[in-house]
């Protein structure tokens, strides 16, 4: 049952992303039809960085839904059960994740948190007991074998499976619920896993969609301040009071 690392891959994404969001705006604003203009802004005749530029002012004004239509799709490998939680919270996304009642978790990696990675005494009661786990899955799914659950003894056996335990799971989320998204999980109030992941997924999403992502991030890279309560305030902008009381010197 070795240790496993984070792994995320970007498995699609809609094709024309920088048009289509252009095009779903200028439908707003346009008289004409936008089906019209459409084949000028696949060509380029309509300047990429003019539909960039329109897409970053138009959204500055709050108007968010049209970034709705493009949409990301991921592979991640290497989260624990408990950040995989934290993930299926977020209700603006589709999740296909690996089932534990049809694939067998005799062989089970884990996830160590890096704090009790670093403490060796800590680190040898989280492996000794990620072991007695193993052991007790095993125990129980031939138990359950031998008094004829069959098929089903994965799906009784894995109650004993830690939130420790590895998950693997595709995303999709189009690009108004991810800049959601990142702005919960890239903050430092987030849990180490699902923020690094959250990272992850943000480095693939400003490679792909620049015009969207490139200023995305926790709530305070946009607001320029902290909104948490002073208490989860991190440090890096001054939190709401700090700011206001700023403006009033
Ligand atoms: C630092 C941190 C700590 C947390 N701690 C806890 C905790 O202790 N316990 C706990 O249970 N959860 C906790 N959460 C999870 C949190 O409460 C949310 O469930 C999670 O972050 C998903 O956010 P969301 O609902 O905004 O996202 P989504 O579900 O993706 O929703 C996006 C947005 O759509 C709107 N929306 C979606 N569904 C509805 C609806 N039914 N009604 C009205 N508006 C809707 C809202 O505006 C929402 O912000 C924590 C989250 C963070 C970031």
């Given at each position: 049952m070795p240790v496993k690392p984070l792994k995320v891959e970007l498995l699609a994404s809609t094709p024309d992303a920088l048009a289509l969001i252009y095009a779903a705006f200028r439908q707003c604003y346009h008289a004409g039809f936008v089906a019209d203009m459409w084949p000028r802004l696949l060509s380029g005749e309509v300047d990429r960085e003019a539909q960039a530029d329109f897409v970053r002012k138009v959204l500055e004004s709050g108007h968010d839904s049209p970034i709705e239509h493009a949409s990301f799709t991921f592979a991640v490998e290497g989260i624990s059960r408990a950040c995989s939680?934290?993930?299926?919270?977020?209700r603006l996304a589709s999740y296909s994740q690996q089932s534990q009642r049809y694939v067998d978790g005799s062989d089970m990696d884990f996830i160590l948190p890096p704090a009790i990675a670093k403490i060796p005494e800590a680190r040898a009661r989280f492996e000794a007991f990620m072991d007695e786990v193993g052991n007790a899955y095993r125990d129980l799914k031939s138990i359950l074998d031998a008094h004829g659950r069959k098929e089903k003894s994965k799906e009784d056996a894995r109650f004993v499976l830690p939130q420790a335990a590895e998950t693997k799971i595709v995303i999709t989320m189009?690009?108004?619920?991810?800049?959601?998204?990142f702005h919960l999980r890239c903050c430092l109030r987030a849990q180490w896993e699902i923020r690094a992941l959250a990272e992850a997924m943000l480095a693939l999403c400003k490679a792909e969609l620049p015009a969207i992502f490139a200023t995305a991030g926790a709530k305070c890279e946009s607001l320029g301040f902290c909104p948490e309560s002073p208490r989860f305030a991190c440090g890096k902008y001054p939190t709401r009071a700090e700011q206001n009381s700023k403006a009033l010197d």
């Amino acid at each position: 049952m070795p240790v496993k690392p984070l792994k995320v891959e970007l498995l699609a994404s809609t094709p024309d992303a920088l048009a289509l969001i252009y095009a779903a705006f200028r439908q707003c604003y346009h008289a004409g039809f936008v089906a019209d203009m459409w084949p000028r802004l696949l060509s380029g005749e309509v300047d990429r960085e003019a539909q960039a530029d329109f897409v970053r002012k138009v959204l500055e004004s709050g108007h968010d839904s049209p970034i709705e239509h493009a949409s990301f799709t991921f592979a991640v490998e290497g989260i624990s059960r408990a950040c995989s939680h934290q993930i299926v919270r977020h209700r603006l996304a589709s999740y296909s994740q690996q089932s534990q009642r049809y694939v067998d978790g005799s062989d089970m990696d884990f996830i160590l948190p890096p704090a009790i990675a670093k403490i060796p005494e800590a680190r040898a009661r989280f492996e000794a007991f990620m072991d007695e786990v193993g052991n007790a899955y095993r125990d129980l799914k031939s138990i359950l074998d031998a008094h004829g659950r069959k098929e089903k003894s994965k799906e009784d056996a894995r109650f004993v499976l830690p939130q420790a335990a590895e998950t693997k799971i595709v995303i999709t989320m189009n690009c108004r619920a991810l800049l959601h998204f990142f702005h919960l999980r890239c903050c430092l109030r987030a849990q180490w896993e699902i923020r690094a992941l959250a990272e992850a997924m943000l480095a693939l999403c400003k490679a792909e969609l620049p015009a969207i992502f490139a200023t995305a991030g926790a709530k305070c890279e946009s607001l320029g301040f902290c909104p948490e309560s002073p208490r989860f305030a991190c440090g890096k902008y001054p939190t709401r009071a700090e700011q206001n009381s700023k403006a009033l010197d």
